[in-house]
T-cell receptor, first 114, second 110 residues
Framework: NAGVTQTPKFQVLKTGQSMTLQCAQDMNHNSMYWYRQDPGMGLRLIYYSASEGTTDKGEVPNGYNVSRLNKREFSLRLESAAPSQTSVYFC?????????????FGSGTQLSVL | EDKVVQSPLSLVVHEGDTVTLNCSYEVTNFRSLLWYKQEKKAPTFLFMLTSSGIEKKSGRLSSILDKKELFSILNITATQTGDSAIYLCAFTGTASKLTFGTGTRLQVTL
């Protein structure tokens, strides 16, 4: 049972480089999310997709773009990485996004921007 | 603006102690409050609470929600070193997406 799979697990970028974080879930969930976690800040929502074909901004969307490629996959792109984007990134999914349900998380991507 | 505050930020206890972690919130149209445990990587789900006064239990862990006073507590009895983790609380409100607190870092020593 894979659940939520994120790639890569680690990445080092130079300022200005671009990259895409990949996320896939095999639970047939409708909703998917991208969070970042920084020391002392908890988990902050970057973008979410309530259902296939829709995406919405979360709390900290600046500097990021997302694509809900299909029901399974939700990618996060950094067009021009900045040191402030050094963080641990988590993808998550939930069954319907209705609000009364738990999220399932991937194992995270540790990103460093030099 | 919706917000959630957890306390304490961190604590260290001895194995066998009982701990109480706190989560207070201010949210428009509260729908649910969830507790997660985060050890090394991905947060894992512990409890979801939607009704006031109902206690959820799983082994040595239990949680209760007070919707009138806008807080929840997570109790861990007879703590073990394996309980060492960051405990996160989160809620869903009008926007139907989870908003997390900053977490409480618990360290259980021998």
């Amino acid at each position: 049972n894979a659940g939520v799979t994120q790639t890569p697990k680690f990445q080092v970028l130079k300022t200005g480089q671009s990259m895409t974080l990949q996320c896939a879930q095999d639970m047939n969930h409708n909703s998917m999310y991208w969070y970042r976690q920084d020391p002392g800040m908890g988990l902050r929502l970057i973008y979410y997709s309530a259902s296939e074909g829709t995406t919405d901004k979360g709390e900290v969307p600046n500097g990021y773009n997302v694509s809900r490629l299909n029901k399974r996959e939700f990618s996060l792109r950094l067009e021009s990485a900045a040191p402030s984007q050094t963080s641990v990134y988590f993808c998550a999914s939930s069954e319907s996004g209705a609000g009364n349900e738990k999220l399932f998380f991937g194992s995270g991507t540790q990103l460093s921007v030099l | 603006e919706d917000k959630v505050v957890q306390s304490p930020l961190s604590l260290v206890v001895h194995e066998g102690d009982t701990v109480t972690l706190n989560c207070s919130y201010e949210v428009t149209n509260f729908r649910s409050l969830l507790w997660y445990k985060q050890e090394k990587k991905a947060p894992t789900f512990l409890f979801m609470l939607t009704s006031s006064g109902i206690e959820k239990k799983s082994g040595r862990l239990s949680s209760i929600l007070d919707k009138k006073e806008l807080f929840s507590i997570l109790n861990i009895t007879a703590t073990q070193t394996g309980d060492s983790a960051i405990y996160l609380c989160a809620f869903t409100g009008t926007a139907s997406k989870l908003t997390f607190g900053t977490g409480t870092r618990l360290q259980v020593t021998l």
